[in-house]
């Protein structure tokens, strides 16, 4: 168990601290507080009552569509501390653009959070737990947050970048020492997030994934979601497509994204159906890599008319769309796809 640290409490002034409780006081009865931080201080960090609002913050405001549930058994394990240090350090960040917080602060929990990776990549049991993978993706993700201009980075823009190629660096270094990014399947939000992640850069720059979801022989999986629609998927939309005539890898890919659509349908509007949210979202990532992977894989080829590569390029934007459908984000993934089937159709 982690022992309390005066040196902690000093980063914070009384403003900032009294906001933190408050925060905490009107989430006292949240199931996240009652289950996880409130009883006998068991965690792998000490928590009090700054450090247990600022969870608190975390997952309400500064990352408020992440999964309680897996943030709830990951903050339980034994070897969680980077990964709770890291949340803290995010937690920390986030407040410190709204005025609530120091930069003293931020370093400090990242800090520990570092100092919690390497202690786990110390020992060959722990070098790739799952925490020490999440922590570092999550910095990762901070360093890319602090690129984006307007964002109020502390440090100039090339430090920034640096650390960003550091934590890739390392992390595509931790997923292939784990076996590839299928090997993380007992941890289902941490293999959709880096997926995720991973294929919206590939997207956005149309450059190679820094991981991506292979099968035991190197290639992309196909789609498989568990059959639970209730109509067929509508077989005159593929009909269209093998009129055309296109390349047939391309036609099944377009079959799977068809019964995709179909089925992401049906998941909305049937609530019985017996599939978990993050399934849907990890298979239409999927299907976008698969269409990347064939569109990179034949752009040396000159395809008939350009048909193939257009139909292509404006699936993945179709994808990308459907997987985010509240996230106005999506505009700057689909910029370089959209230069792209601009300059196919001339």
């Avoid at 257009?310 to 984000?329: C, E, K, N």
Wanted: glycine share 4%.
């Amino acid at each position: 168990m982690h022992e309390p640290n005066s040196d902690e409490e000093a980063f914070w002034d009384a403003e900032s601290t009294i906001s933190l409780l408050t925060d905490m006081a009107l989430a006292r009865l949240d199931d996240f507080t009652a289950g996880v931080i409130v009883p006998f201080d068991c965690m792998a960090v000490h928590m009090n009552a700054k450090t247990s609002s600022m969870l608190l913050h975390y997952l309400h405001q500064a990352s408020h569509i992440i999964t309680t549930q897996w943030v709830t058994d990951a903050l339980q394990n034994a070897t969680s501390a980077p990964f709770a240090y890291a949340l803290l350090a995010s937690s920390a960040l986030h407040l410190l653009a709204l005025g609530g917080s120091s930069l003293e602060g931020v370093l400090y929990y990242k800090g520990r959070a570092i100092a919690g990776v390497n202690e786990l990549l110390s020992s060959p049991r722990t070098m790739v737990d799952d925490y020490a993978i999440t922590a570092v993706f999550i910095f990762l993700t901070l360093e890319e947050h602090q690129l984006v201009p307007g964002n109020g980075s502390p440090y100039d823009a090339q430090w920034n970048a640096r650390q960003r190629a550091v934590h890739l660096d390392g992390l595509r270094a931790m997923i292939e020492q784990r076996g590839g990014l299928a090997a993380l399947s007992a941890n289902r939000c941490l293999q959709t997030f880096i997926l995720m992640h991973s294929i919206a850069h590939s997207i956005s720059t149309l450059y190679r994934p820094y991981t991506a979801l292979l099968d035991t022989i190197g290639r992309p999986q196909r789609y498989s979601l568990p059959s639970f629609r209730l109509n067929p998927a509508p077989n005159n939309t593929f009909r269209l497509f093998r009129a055309l005539h296109i390349n047939t890898d391309l036609l099944d890919i377009i079959s799977d994204t068809i019964m995709y659509t179909n089925d992401l349908s049906t998941f909305f509007t049937d609530r019985s159906t017996p599939v978990e949210p993050l399934e849907p979202q990890k298979q239409g990532v999927q299907l976008q890599y698969l269409l990347f992977d064939w569109y990179t894989s034949t752009s040396h080829v000159k395809a008939k008319s350009g048909i193939d590569h257009s139909i292509a390029l404006a699936t993945i934007i179709f994808l990308v769309r459907i997987t985010q459908p509240f996230d106005p984000g999506y505009r700057t993934v689909i910029l370089t796809p959209i230069r792209k089937l601009q300059t196919a159709l001339s």
